[in-house]
Each structure stands twice: as structure tokens, then as C-alpha cells.
């Protein structure tokens, strides 16, 4: 089974600021994909950013940034001017892929609190 | 909103009795995957359907069962519960398999 490991579990950053997370995994795999979902207190589960491995170019949405590094089995996020918004847990998660029909179930990190301070 | 509909979103209740807990996908979507986040476990995977059938399963207790009906929505038994299935239950779904979950607001499951 693969698992992924997320250290520092909670962190602060001032707003404006940047803040990087790190991420650990373990496969034997080739073909996968890397997840951030963001857990703000709402609860609901959001997609930050993705990743598939096969690709070397790393995976930027708006303030978000990964880098991947495929043979460390490295996977951080960068978020960029952080915002109060930003405040959440956030979960790396691993997907294998085994095809668009069979098992995709996402193996997630423990998660890390990220707290923007105004 | 998310598009993927979870009722009820709290639920209390005893231990030893019985809850389903009810999913309806993204319009569109075929996969429903079922989570359990708690405490102590983190994110657990419990279950996956596609367009009606068992595709994987994962740390599901045999008290628990789930089923994906041909309107696509799916329910998620749980029996002779225990105060440590207290924890926040996730539906989430998907076009295909890989594709980006969309993930439900959650059922938040307290049992005393």
C-alpha cells in the first residue's frame, strides 16, 4: 500500500507571505497522480492542485506551485501571497492509476494546518 | 456547492444502531468513492462504485455496507455501531476513474 507522509503539522505565515509544504511518498509505481486538497473549517474537501507523474513540468494554479521531484518521491506546495482564505488544513494525497474504470481510491497524508495571520 | 449531495449532514445516534447515509454524484459523474475521516485514522478510503458496480475496497468494517443504485446515487450502511465510528463520513465522485474527485460537504456522524 502507499503511503504518504506530510511533516510540520501546523504552520503560520503572515499574510502576503509565502509558505511551502512538504510532502513524502512511497510506490513502486510509475503511472500516478498527486493531489493538495485544501480542508478550510467548512469541512469541504477542495482541490488545490494535481500532478501526474508522467509529466515533468510542474503543476501551477494561480498562487498554488508543486514541485515535484519523481525520484526523491517529493511533492511540496507552494502558495504564494497568502491570503486569509488560505487558512485550512491541507492534505497531499497519492492515486495509482490503474485505469479510467478500476481502482482510484486516493491514499492521504496526515495533513498539515496552514494559519494565515493578518 | 459542490454538486455532490450528502443528507443528512449531522447525525446522532446510539450505539448498536443502525444509519444509512445517502450520496448523490455530480451530474454526470459515474464513480462514487466513500471516506471516513477521523481523529485518529486521518482520511481512510472505505469504498468505490462504478455506474453500479463494487470496483475497490478499502478499510470498511463488515458492519458497514454500501450499494450504488441505477440512478447513480449511493448509500452507506453502517450497523451495530460503536462510539469509535463517530467521525466525518465523505462521499465523493467522479467521471472516470483518475479524474479529479469532487468531494461531498460530509456527514457528520456522532454516536453516544
Known amino acids: 500500500a502507499q503511503t504518504v507522509t506530510q511533516s510540520q503539522p501546523e504552520m503560520s505565515v503572515q499574510e502576503a507571505e509565502t509558505v511551502t509544504l512538504s510532502c513524502t511518498y512511497d510506490t513502486s509505481e510509475s503511472n500516478y497522480y498527486l493531489f493538495w486538497y485544501k480542508q478550510p473549517p467548512s469541512r469541504q474537501m477542495i482541490l488545490v492542485i494535481r500532478?501526474?507523474?508522467?509529466?515533468?513540468q510542474n503543476a501551477t494554479e494561480n498562487r498554488f506551485s508543486v514541485n515535484f521531484q519523481k525520484a526523491a518521491k517529493s511533492f511540496s506546495l507552494k502558495i504564494s501571497d497568502s491570503q486569509l482564505g488560505d487558512t485550512a488544513m491541507y492534505f497531499c494525497?497519492?492515486?495509482?492509476?490503474?485505469?479510467?474504470?478500476?481502482?482510484?481510491?486516493?491514499?492521504f497524508g496526515k495533513g498539515n494546518q496552514v494559519v494565515v495571520i493578518p | 456547492d459542490s454538486g455532490v449531495t450528502q443528507t443528512p449532514k449531522h447525525l446522532i445516534t446510539a450505539t448498536g444502531q443502525r444509519v444509512t447515509l445517502r450520496c448523490s454524484p455530480r451530474s454526470g459523474d459515474l464513480s462514487v468513492y466513500w471516506y471516513q475521516q477521523s481523529l485518529d485514522q486521518g482520511l481512510q478510503f472505505l469504498i468505490q462504485?462504478?455506474?453500479?458496480?463494487?470496483?475497490a475496497k478499502g478499510n470498511i468494517l463488515e458492519r458497514f455496507s454500501a450499494q450504488q443504485f441505477p440512478d447513480l446515487h449511493s448509500e452507506l450502511n453502517l450497523s451495530s455501531l460503536e462510539l469509535g465510528d463517530s467521525a466525518l463520513y465523505f462521499c465523493a465522485s467522479s467521471v472516470v476513474g483518475g479524474a479529479p474527485y469532487t468531494f461531498g460537504s460530509g456527514t457528520r456522524l456522532t454516536v453516544v
Open positions: 500532478q501526474e507523474a508522467y509529466k515533468q
Open positions: 494525497a497519492f492515486m495509482k492509476l490503474w485505469g479510467q474504470y478500476g481502482n482510484n481510491r486516493l491514499a
Open positions: 462504485y462504478y455506474n453500479g458496480e463494487e470496483r
